[in-house]
């Protein structure tokens, strides 16, 4: 798993909005497609040209605000141009109608990119296979269609989960259970935080009680990222395991778990 992008909705110039790519097998997928992504997968020496999935969270554009870029790229920045490695889109519902409005919007690229592509609604509780990836999703307290992803592999083994934008869920946490690695949103401090994003606090509890082997803080506003060991708070607030912050081209590799 590679961090591509792990900003927020506020700009900054060493990181795109929340973007992770994860290789395993013949399977390459893209987890959200957050503005600036396309750009730091070039910087990061991925090949976003041979995606062959991408998966969304929610709607909110530091989230999908790429897809057009992608899109437009992938149906006129390839050469020799892609006509046959099919791609698959994975989404909350409302997926397909997002597809459709960006498409009335900015052409129809976006539906026929010159290669087969699916797109295809992810229902909070389903199980789907995606190439060499077994990903299962349940809904979270953000907007009407957000969800998180649990991520493994369809030959068993190690387990990623990503909370995408999340307010506390005391569920979510039995969701998560015993994965390997968890990229947690962890927005704001705790006497600032809403009821719609994670905080220090929040995100520890969730990966204590999830028992997560690791954990991965992200989408950290900058105000609060730079003038706070946000690290420290989430280790004081109750988490044992090793804690990082993201940053472009962190990468992760997520080893087979014992006895598999």
Known sequence: MTVVGCGTVVPEPDRACS???VEHGSTRALLDCGAGAVQAMARLGISWS???HLFLTHFHSDHVGA???LFFALRHGVHPPRTADPLEVWGPP????LFRGLAAALGDFLLDPGFPLTIREL???AEVIAGDL???SRDVPHTPESIALRIESASGGSALAYTGDTGPDETLADFFRGVDLLVGECSLPD???GDNHLSPSSLARLAHRSGARRLIATHIYPQFRQHTDVAGLISAAGYTGPVALAKE???VDLMPAAGS
């Open 191 to 193: 006497d600032l935080v």
């Open 94 to 97: 409302g997926t397909r109608a």
């Open 249 to 251: 081209g962190l990468t």
């Open 134 to 136: 077994v990903v299962r």
């Open 123 to 125: 229902a909070p509780g």
């Open 50 to 52: 041979r995606l062959s």
């Open 19 to 21: 973007s992770y790519y």
């Open 67 to 69: 897809l057009p870029g």
